[in-house]
């Protein structure tokens, strides 16, 4: 396999996110739907906080924080990741202005 090859297997959007997030490569890519993904994470969530937390009352109060914390962390990744998209098309947009190199 050539090296461009290697380039196109590995063009999937979750290894550009662990590697701009972690600096390492995606060891698999979850090919669940994005809903499902979320849901089958907070269904686990969910079922540990009710064995731990039965009173109904103490369940709300720390799931509530949880989404607290989800919210302000998918609040602050949009944000980061709007602002690389924004770098990404710049680049782009400069180096279609540019002349190709020769091949002389």
């Known amino acids: 396999m050539s090296y461009i090859d290697e380039i196109f297997e590995r063009l999937d959007i979750q290894h550009v996110r662990e590697y701009l997030l972690h600096g390492s490569e995606c060891v698999k890519v979850d090919t669940r739907p994005y809903k499902e993904r979320v849901e089958s994470t907070w269904k686990e969530l969910s079922t540990i906080f009710h064995q731990r937390f039965p009173n109904k ?34 680049q782009i947009f400069t180096n279609t202005k540019t002349k190709p190199e020769s091949k002389e």
């Not at 369940?59 to 980061?80: F, K, P, R, S, W």
């Open 57 to 90: 009352e103490d369940y709300e109060d720390m799931t509530g924080y949880v989404l607290d914390y989800g919210t302000a962390c998918q609040n602050v990744y949009m944000e980061i990741g709007m602002q690389c998209g924004f770098v990404l098309a710049t």
